[in-house]
């Protein structure tokens, strides 16, 4: 089956500091979403990226669907950025795959 | 603008007894909505998806049902708990905005656990 993979699985940054998560995906993208879940568990949509670049404030992301994959920046962390980080997928069938998240700490 | 609802919050259930999640949308009409378990915070798993009243699937077979009594209703039920049922659950539905283009927006979620 269609496999959705996030890297790395755990990041530990200092408050400030830069980073990259990244999403491959082994097939065509119809859609591909990025989503923040924040310590108590909500979900919060970040961007709706099938292909291109986007930005919102501190964070970016940009999808580049020829080479199947979708990378989120974010800049300048603070540590309200930790939580965990999907992406979620889907291809032409529409079916929808999560991949397992990207964990973030972000120390003071 | 759309809303999501889910209760309870937070719940702790013993072993054996029945359950009953309540999700409710606010905002749009016809949703397609979806549950989804998360355990020990990482990977969400889809456990049913409905397009419509009555309508459900499961993605997974287990010890849970679903239901869709209304447009903007979406129930997930046991009538007999187990230890595995406790996770994180998440309601969510899905914007339609044409082919190919859909977001997805998610409850605050209901905390169960089984003991």
């Known amino acids: 089956g269609i496999q959705v993979e996030q890297s790395p699985p755990d990041l530990i940054l200092q408050e400030g500091a830069n980073s990259t998560l990244r999403c491959n995906f082994s097939d065509s993208v119809n859609n591909l979403q990025w989503f923040h879940q924040n310590p108590w568990g909500q979900l919060i949509n970040l961007f709706y990226?099938?292909?291109?670049?986007k930005q919102n404030g501190r964070l970016s992301a940009t999808t580049v669907a020829t080479e199947r994959y979708s990378l989120l920046y974010i800049s300048s962390s603070q540590t309200t950025d930790s939580g965990v980080y999907f992406c979620?997928?889907?291809?032409?069938?529409?079916?929808?795959?999560w991949g397992l998240g990207t964990s973030l700490a972000v120390n003071p | 603008s759309q809303t999501i609802h889910q209760w309870p919050a937070t719940l702790v259930q013993p072993v054996g007894s029945p359950l009953s999640l309540e999700c409710t949308v606010e905002?749009?009409?016809?949703?397609?909505l979806y549950w989804y378990r998360q355990a020990a915070g990482r990977g969400l798993q889809l456990l049913f998806y409905?397009?419509?009243?009555?309508?459900i699937s499961s993605e997974v077979p287990q010890n849970l049902s679903a239901s869709r009594p209304q447009d903007r209703q979406f129930i997930l039920s046991s009538k007999k708990l187990l230890l595995s049922d406790s996770g994180f659950y998440l309601c969510?539905?899905?914007?339609?905005?044409?082919?190919?283009?859909?977001?997805?927006?998610f409850g605050p979620g209901t905390r169960l656990t089984v003991l």
């Open positions: 990226i099938p292909s291109g670049t």
């Open positions: 905002g749009t009409s016809n949703p397609n």
């Open positions: 979620r997928y889907a291809g032409n069938n529409r079916k929808l795959i």
């Open positions: 969510a539905w899905i914007r339609l905005r044409g082919p190919g283009t859909d977001t997805q927006y």
């Open positions: 409905s397009v419509g009243i009555g309508q």
